[in-house]
């Protein structure tokens, strides 16, 4: 990425998405990775991200209800997790002579504000809520029950954001404005700390560092350490630019991207806080960020309300 600042353009732009876009990931079919994009009508489509072109749809709603999460869970298994309604499983169907899907299974679940579920190691991890306490629920197979299930001690605490870390830690954010930070495997509390006197909007993770946002200045870059979270410096954003709805870090952890309300997307550099790169294409809320390597090529895709996916080339690879 270069350092000096110039207005960066899209590599490539999708346009259309009915109601906007409300979230994404890169899923592998057949060994081949594929967009999975999902909306706020409740329509789950998958793109080449060679092509650009659409090559399947995952699933549609009948009530036209938001696409919550999208992502995988197994070699051979998708989800797509619908607001309000259900988490639904599905494979693709080998007798079709198109790439096209078919349900494994529903996992019903509650009314649960915005947070959707995701995936580590091949572990699904849902929020619900049970006799109004929060939770999050595992489930280890397409088939079986939920193996596991945490909530945190407070019964008042509700689930806003999640972000797990390839170290092993899953980042919970809370609409208290505290982040509770826990082990994967075990959730036993490594460390919790408020943050904002607002609710947390989103967090992100690479390695130790953990980003979190909330409705105002600033973003709040943390270090989890063994038995503590540490705050390690604040990024301030412009108020114009309303709340930080969603965050990415860079392929290498070196840049965060934050995505905000007014449509307007910043990169900052972790080490010192600098901004990097300001990319003001989409006009309404940012929803989903996600920084990813494909072929060679580190692509930033962004998921607006304004129906547009851009995708970007910040370091022309």
């Known amino acids: 990425m270069s350092r000096t600042m110039r207005k960066p353009l899209?590599?490539?732009v999708h346009y259309g998405f009915a109601g906007g876009i409300s979230c994404s990931a890169i899923v592998s079919v057949n060994n081949e990775p594929y967009l999975a994009v999902g909306t706020t009508n409740g329509k789950c489509e998958l793109y080449s991200p060679r092509t650009h072109l659409r090559t399947s749809i995952i699933y549609i709603d009948p009530n036209n209800r938001s696409v919550a999460a999208v992502g995988q869970f197994t070699k051979d298994c998708l989800f797509v997790h619908i607001r309000a309604y259900a988490i639904i499983l599905v494979s693709v169907d080998k007798a079709s002579k198109i790439l096209s899907f078919c349900l494994t299974r529903t996992i019903k679940t509650e009314f649960y504000g915005f947070c959707g579920s995701f995936c580590y190691e091949s572990q699904l991890f849902c929020p619900f809520l049970e006799n109004s306490k929060c939770l999050i629920?595992?489930?280890t197979d397409e088939t079986e029950q939920m193996s596991r299930f945490w909530s945190p001690d407070d019964d008042a605490s509700t689930f806003m954001a999640f972000s797990i870390s390839n170290n092993g830690y899953l980042a919970c954010g809370?609409?208290?404005?505290?982040?509770?930070?826990?082990?994967?495997?075990?959730?036993?509390?490594?460390?919790e700390k408020k943050l904002f006197p607002e609710p947390v909007l989103a967090c992100a993770s690479f390695a130790n560092t953990l980003a979190v946002s909330s409705v105002k200045s600033p973003l709040v870059l943390v270090t989890v350490r063994i038995n503590e979270i540490v705050v390690e410096k604040e990024i301030l954003f412009p108020q114009k630019a309303g709340g930080c709805s969603s965050l990415s870090f860079s392929n290498c952890g070196k840049e965060l991207a934050s995505g905000y309300w007014n449509g307007t997307v910043r990169v900052n550099s972790v080490k010192t806080g600098a901004i990097r790169a300001v990319l003001d294409f989409h006009s309404e809320i940012i929803n989903?960020?996600?920084?990813?390597k494909i072929d060679g090529q580190r692509l930033l895709f962004v998921c607006s309300k304004d129906t547009k996916l851009s995708i970007w080339n910040l370091y022309n690879d």
């Not at 609409?175 to 460390?191: A, L, P, R, W, Y």
């Not at 989903?288 to 990813?292: D, P, V």
Request: aromatic share 14%; glycine share 10%.
């Open 137 to 139: 629920g595992v489930f």
């Open 10 to 12: 899209p590599l490539f």
């Open 288 to 292: 989903c960020l996600c920084w990813t």
């Open 174 to 191: 809370l609409e208290t404005g505290k982040i509770k930070v826990v082990n994967v495997e075990d959730f036993s509390v490594i460390g």
